[in-house]
């Protein structure tokens, strides 16, 4: 069975939405059930991981980009259905939420699922007075604040927001607009990279 | 194992095919599907390796850390084998339920490298009794589409090959506490020899002969099938039948022949083909996942 979507990012590697999966019982009868799953290779960070996937992590990852796509696919047109989203993890260098997330936007794209908008994710941090966006992992490691930020850019919507470590209310908003910002800034890339697929494929489909 | 639904009919058509030595995608039986190999392609590992050998992926990553030797083995260190399957390969992998095949692919594995001629993991022994390296073999399934072991065997050989092990220098003092000194320069490293290290060889039972590099079409079709694991001289250093079906021990003497045939075959290109990338240098184009 071929991924309908599937996409390769240097850090982060994202499998495909599935259409229709047996295990009705859990299906909704209005909506589409989204099944998220975070695994990330042993080899992936500097430490040697034990577990892939299962672990308290690796779930609470996965709870989280359920949330973001949920609110992003148009789940009332496909009920009684599971769209699974598998993402995984081969090389781990800071961002990985972020990643994930923009992995798993051109998948869900590629595989044909109807969006309300791409979704675009960034971490963000805040040091020595400056606000930081797409942190590192060392940067991470800092134990600075971080904010991860996933954006619906056309309406300026916000699917996720997270913040850990205790930060300034006076500072959130520079280290939010540093995160939109460079989440705009993705989404201007993959809008590029989508449609000069659909252009190709288009040639080559003889449209 | 991922599997493909295959009505009567085509499962007839395969064997057929077969008994004229005629396979659906045009292969003989002897015949390899294009084996795609690259190293170095995690850069947070001390090793790694990627293999696609027709729609199957496999990426192996070596870790390599310090740890005790065994008690009864104070003189070598040790590998230890761990695999994924992905959920990106088949839904059926989602959770735990790829721990299955996975724990079976490792034990094979441990089975295979059990052999002492295999590794020489004394080059592995950095104290007698108290210090050595122990290589954290991971293996990740991300696309399956038949005959795993052997890429996954392929994927091992050329991740351990391009393994490089800082090397330490244990410094004792006066007291006669010991301190280990990793080596000032980042290039200063040792490699391990992997001329003996075997590939399986997965020899498919289908009607009255058997296949190599089978699809997944085809292992639908068979019954039982060999695992062989061979060395590049060809010596045979593991033998396993898998599947719910019998074979005769007349094909399984056919079969290990096939297999030492060609075993030393794949062993002779992946050997040219490690060497090559290698001599490439640091100027090599490097593919990765993008590809």
Same mark, same amino acid.
Not at chain 1, 7 to 19: F, I, T
Not at chain 1, 80 to 89: A, C, G, M
Not at chain 2, 167 to 195: A, M, Q, T
């Given at each position: 069975m071929k991924p309908y979507g599937f996409l390769a990012v240097p850090r982060c590697d994202s499998a495909w939405p599935a259409k229709i999966r047996g295990s009705r019982a859990r299906a909704l009868p209005d909506r589409a059930l989204v099944n998220c799953q975070y695994s990330s290779a042993t080899f992936s960070t500097g430490e040697r991981k034990r577990r892939p996937h299962g672990d308290r992590k690796s779930c609470e990852m996965g709870l989280q980009l359920r949330q973001t796509f949920e609110a992003a696919i148009l789940t009332q047109l496909h009920p009684r259905s599971q769209i699974d989203i598998y993402v995984q993890v081969l090389q781990a260098d800071g961002g990985t939420y972020a990643a994930c997330v923009n992995a798993a936007t051109l998948a869900v794209l590629d595989a044909g699922i109807p969006m309300r908008d791409f979704v675009c994710a960034c971490s963000a941090g805040f040091v020595d007075g400056t606000a930081l966006a797409d942190l590192s992992h060392v940067e991470e490691a800092a134990g600075g604040p971080q904010l991860a930020l996933a954006l619906l850019p056309a309406s300026g919507q916000i699917a996720l927001l997270e913040m850990d470590a205790r930060l300034h209310e006076d500072h959130l908003e520079r280290v939010l607009e540093a995160a939109a910002q460079a989440a705009r800034d993705v989404h201007t890339l993959l809008d590029r990279v989508v449609r000069q697929h659909v252009r190709e494929a288009s040639i080559l489909l003889g449209d | 194992m991922a599997s493909v639904a295959l009505s009567e009919a085509e499962k007839v058509y395969i064997m057929h095919g077969v008994q004229e030595d005629l396979r659906v995608d045009g292969r003989g039986c002897e015949d390899y599907r294009c084996v795609e190999v690259e190293t170095d392609v995690v850069s947070n590992t001390s090793g790694s390796a990627r293999v696609k050998l027709g729609h199957t992926d496999i990426l192996v990553g070596v870790k390599a850390e310090m740890g005790t030797p065994k008690l009864e083995k104070p003189n070598e260190g040790y590998l230890e084998f761990f695999v994924d399957c992905s #959920?990106? #390969?088949?839904?059926?992998?989602e959770g735990r339920g790829g721990d299955d095949l996975g724990t079976e692919i490792a034990n094979t594995l441990y089975r295979i490298f059990s052999n002492k001629s295999s590794v020489d993991l004394k080059t592995l022994c950095i104290s007698p009794r108290e210090h050595c390296w122990v290589l954290y073999v991971d293996v990740l399934l991300l696309e399956c589409d038949g005959n795993l072991f052997d890429a996954i065997s392929i994927a091992v050989k050329a991740a351990l090959f391009n393994t490089r092990i800082p090397r330490v220098r244990v410094l004792e003092d006066e007291e006669g506490s010991k301190d280990i000194e990793l080596s000032d320069d980042p290039y200063d490293c040792i490699r391990l020899s992997v001329e003996n290290v075997p590939c399986i060889v997965t020899l498919c039972k289908i009607g009255y002969r058997h296949v190599v590099d089978a699809t997944l079409q085809e292992e639908a079709c068979s019954l039982a099938s060999l695992l062989v694991s061979v060395t590049s001289k060809g010596a045979v250093t593991c033998l396993r039948k898998v599947g719910k079906g019998s074979l005769d021990p007349e094909s399984i003497f056919e079969m290990m022949e096939t297999s030492k045939r060609v075993g030393k075959v794949l062993h002779a290109s992946l050997q040219n083909i490690l060497h090559k990338e290698e001599s490439l240098g640091p100027k090599r184009q490097k593919v990765g996942f993008l590809g």
């Amino acid at each position: 069975m071929k991924p309908y979507g599937f996409l390769a990012v240097p850090r982060c590697d994202s499998a495909w939405p599935a259409k229709i999966r047996g295990s009705r019982a859990r299906a909704l009868p209005d909506r589409a059930l989204v099944n998220c799953q975070y695994s990330s290779a042993t080899f992936s960070t500097g430490e040697r991981k034990r577990r892939p996937h299962g672990d308290r992590k690796s779930c609470e990852m996965g709870l989280q980009l359920r949330q973001t796509f949920e609110a992003a696919i148009l789940t009332q047109l496909h009920p009684r259905s599971q769209i699974d989203i598998y993402v995984q993890v081969l090389q781990a260098d800071g961002g990985t939420y972020a990643a994930c997330v923009n992995a798993a936007t051109l998948a869900v794209l590629d595989a044909g699922i109807p969006m309300r908008d791409f979704v675009c994710a960034c971490s963000a941090g805040f040091v020595d007075g400056t606000a930081l966006a797409d942190l590192s992992h060392v940067e991470e490691a800092a134990g600075g604040p971080q904010l991860a930020l996933a954006l619906l850019p056309a309406s300026g919507q916000i699917a996720l927001l997270e913040m850990d470590a205790r930060l300034h209310e006076d500072h959130l908003e520079r280290v939010l607009e540093a995160a939109a910002q460079a989440a705009r800034d993705v989404h201007t890339l993959l809008d590029r990279v989508v449609r000069q697929h659909v252009r190709e494929a288009s040639i080559l489909l003889g449209d | 194992m991922a599997s493909v639904a295959l009505s009567e009919a085509e499962k007839v058509y395969i064997m057929h095919g077969v008994q004229e030595d005629l396979r659906v995608d045009g292969r003989g039986c002897e015949d390899y599907r294009c084996v795609e190999v690259e190293t170095d392609v995690v850069s947070n590992t001390s090793g790694s390796a990627r293999v696609k050998l027709g729609h199957t992926d496999i990426l192996v990553g070596v870790k390599a850390e310090m740890g005790t030797p065994k008690l009864e083995k104070p003189n070598e260190g040790y590998l230890e084998f761990f695999v994924d399957c992905s #959920a990106n #390969a088949t839904p059926d992998f989602e959770g735990r339920g790829g721990d299955d095949l996975g724990t079976e692919i490792a034990n094979t594995l441990y089975r295979i490298f059990s052999n002492k001629s295999s590794v020489d993991l004394k080059t592995l022994c950095i104290s007698p009794r108290e210090h050595c390296w122990v290589l954290y073999v991971d293996v990740l399934l991300l696309e399956c589409d038949g005959n795993l072991f052997d890429a996954i065997s392929i994927a091992v050989k050329a991740a351990l090959f391009n393994t490089r092990i800082p090397r330490v220098r244990v410094l004792e003092d006066e007291e006669g506490s010991k301190d280990i000194e990793l080596s000032d320069d980042p290039y200063d490293c040792i490699r391990l020899s992997v001329e003996n290290v075997p590939c399986i060889v997965t020899l498919c039972k289908i009607g009255y002969r058997h296949v190599v590099d089978a699809t997944l079409q085809e292992e639908a079709c068979s019954l039982a099938s060999l695992l062989v694991s061979v060395t590049s001289k060809g010596a045979v250093t593991c033998l396993r039948k898998v599947g719910k079906g019998s074979l005769d021990p007349e094909s399984i003497f056919e079969m290990m022949e096939t297999s030492k045939r060609v075993g030393k075959v794949l062993h002779a290109s992946l050997q040219n083909i490690l060497h090559k990338e290698e001599s490439l240098g640091p100027k090599r184009q490097k593919v990765g996942f993008l590809g």
